[in-house]
């Protein structure tokens, strides 16, 4: 049973627009919660975060919002540009990430339009 | 700045034949963690270890997979016998322990195939 859940597995967004992706949560145990972007025949490189004490974190162009009532984050890039088009994984994790393993969605495709 | 480093990065072998994957993680790093990426799956931790004593286990697979850190800059995946459904990528990645809320840095990943 997946605990964390990206809906969309694709999503095409032309460049400068801004680009949402969405995840969902079933375990309220969870109190960190990370974005990974990953290119094809690369790792998972990590994006930005959030612990479950805040709502929103903002890092540049990109920012995630959380909603614990509804166990809901979503990570906003704005402007979207060419070089964000990969896959973005959500992640989660139930003792603040660096000492617990992650628990990941399957990934979201992001594909920016010139 | 090295990053995690992980060796090979593409295996090819023959069911029944033993597979060890190497990582190395970032100087300073207490946290390794393996996790394996399949299409059915998707990205899934397999075990990690904190200051080089496994704590969870639980997402290995089968007793064919083996997991050691004999020091706090080197562990090993084994997979023996391997069978062709363990064709996979496997990543190493590694983090902070002190303190939390910490990231954790990926390896690029070794591709295995099993024939």
């Known amino acids: 049973d997946q605990q964390v859940k990206q809906n969309s597995p694709s999503l095409s967004v032309q460049e400068g627009r801004i680009s949402i992706l969405n995840c969902d949560y079933t375990?309220?145990?969870?109190?960190?919660f990370l974005w990974y972007k990953k290119y094809p025949a690369e790792g998972p490189t990590f994006l930005i975060s959030?612990?479950?004490?805040?709502d929103k974190n903002e890092d540049g162009r990109f920012t995630v919002f959380l909603n614990k009532s509804a166990k809901h984050l979503s990570l906003h890039i704005v402007p979207s540009q060419p070089g964000d088009s990969a896959v973005y994984f959500c992640?989660?994790?139930?003792?603040?990430?660096?000492?617990?393993?992650?628990?990941f969605g399957k990934g979201t495709h992001l594909i920016i339009q010139p | 700045d090295a990053g995690v480093i992980q060796s090979p990065r593409h295996e090819v072998t023959e069911m029944g034949q033993e597979v060890t994957l190497r990582c190395k993680p970032i100087s300073g790093h207490n946290s390794l963690f393996w996790y394996r990426q399949t299409m059915m799956r998707g990205l899934e931790l397999l075990i990690y270890?904190?200051?080089?004593?496994?704590?969870?286990d639980s997402g290995m697979p089968e007793d064919r997979f083996s997991a050691k850190m004999p020091n706090a800059s080197f562990s090993t995946l084994k997979i023996q016998p391997s069978e062709p459904r363990d064709s996979a990528v496997y990543f190493c990645?590694?983090?902070?322990?002190?303190?939390?809320?910490?990231?954790?840095?990926f390896g690029p990943g070794t591709r295995l195939t099993v024939l």
């Open positions: 990645a590694s983090s902070l322990l002190a303190g939390s809320y910490n990231e954790q840095f």
């Open positions: 375990n309220s145990m969870f109190d960190y």
């Open positions: 270890f904190n200051n080089n004593v496994p704590i969870d």
């Open positions: 992640a989660a994790s139930a003792q603040g990430g660096g000492a617990d393993g992650l628990t």
């Open positions: 959030i612990s479950s004490i805040k």
